[in-house]
């Protein structure tokens, strides 16, 4: 069973994980800590067998009740070697769980927005690949911690993608799980096929 934990703080993302439910050959089950705590995280600890985690209007500077929960709750599976993918809010959660730095892009912490070219290289899952993915965000990792190594690249985001040296463990920063209706207008789906196809290669990669 496949945990997908959406952070939202105002609006589920509905749409996204649907898109999710599509491209997985494993049965998902949806949460909302930061909306209704995590009680359904804990009623199904004993058959998850992997962990996407998504963005997030919340900063990991906040510091809230919900966000100490998740990482309670996180860290047993992650030091057990469950197959865990962290997009935007995601990849800065887990990536400051390992002692990375997170930093706002700009003093007036503007907001980047819009398609931009990924580089992946040398990751175990998604090998050599470049194409478009939506990004929206005004904070990013500004450090690599200690056994992690940066996978992917992009302007602005510099580490725009983690994986970890022996755990499954990725990140990315852009959200390759968007659909139109996630930007809220309907742009050419094609835009979003890159994406799809680097979560559907972490879906295949799992064994549930």
């Given amino acids: 069973m496949i945990a997908v934990i959406d952070p939202a703080v105002a609006t589920p993302e509905l749409e996204c994980f649907n898109q999710l439910v599509h491209l997985s050959p494993h049965k998902l089950t949806y949460h909302l800590p930061a909306l209704f705590g995590l009680s359904s995280l ?61 930093e706002y892009l700009s003093v007036d912490k503007k907001k980047v927005q819009g398609f931009r070219q990924v580089k992946i290289e040398q990751s175990r899952l998604w090998g050599n690949c470049s194409g478009e993915l939506f990004g929206s965000h005004c904070e990013v990792v500004t450090s690599v911690p200690k056994g992690f190594r940066k996978i992917a690249s992009s302007e602005p985001s510099k580490i725009e993608g983690l994986e970890h040296e022996s755990l499954p463990i990725y990140t990315l920063q852009s959200h390759p799980e968007a659909v139109p209706n996630f930007l809220q207008n309907n742009l050419d789906s094609n835009l979003f096929s890159f994406g799809h196809k680097l979560i ?6 799992l064994r549930a």
């Fill in 42 to 102: 804990e009623q199904i600890r004993a058959s998850v067998s992997g962990i996407l985690i998504l963005g997030s209007r919340s900063s990991v500077w906040d510091k809230l009740p919900w966000q100490a929960q998740l990482t309670d709750w996180l860290w047993p599976f992650l030091k057990k070697g469950v197959p865990t993918l962290g997009l935007c809010f995601g990849h800065q959660f887990l990536a400051q769980l390992h002692g990375a730095k997170v």
């Fill in 200 to 205: 559907e290669k972490y879906f295949l990669n």
